[in-house]
């Protein structure tokens, strides 16, 4: 899995020591939400320890959770481009201690920094990539006629 803790180590270490300078230490309890889908994506967070659901607003439906987060994962991505919203909800699913990061601030520092902000740009796309394709898994077993399965049931 393409984990927070690997997002950090790419970074040029300069950066990564100016954006841990920009974050703080959060706790969310059991069954908080963290964020909802749709709403302004003004921070992100690296898991130190815990578990984090995401989840998809599925109309007429409970929401799904596509995907489970847990230490070293980033939580969030849509801070990265506009219109900052988030594309998921997200769920503490244990009690959750993370690395809480102002995405306006990482922004603007990535904006005077090419290198440090092409290096996370890159980064974060190879982790949306893995995070649509596990969404997509998770929503044909949950909703797919056959599951995700390449081969239907036959006769």
Excluded: K
Aim: glycine share 8%; with cysteine.
């Amino acid at each position: 899995m393409a984990t927070a803790t690997n997002l950090l180590n790419v970074l040029p270490p300069e950066g990564r020591e100016r954006l841990l300078t920009l974050s703080r230490e959060v706790t969310f309890p059991a069954g908080e939400r963290i964020f909802n889908e749709g709403r302004l994506a003004d921070r992100f967070w690296i898991i130190s320890t815990g578990r984090v659901d995401l989840d998809i607003h599925v109309p007429g439906r409970q929401s799904a959770v596509v995907e489970s987060l847990g230490p070293g994962d980033l939580v969030g991505w849509s801070w990265l481009t506009a219109p900052h919203q988030w594309h998921l909800g997200a769920e503490a699913a244990s009690t959750v201690r993370a690395l809480e990061f102002d995405a306006v601030a990482v922004r603007a520092v990535c904006a005077a920094d090419p290198v440090l902000g092409l290096a996370l740009a890159c980064r974060v796309a190879e982790i949306i990539g893995h995070r649509l394709q596990a969404a997509r898994v998770r929503l044909l077993d949950l909703y797919g006629p056959y599951g995700s399965s390449t081969n239907p049931p036959s006769d």
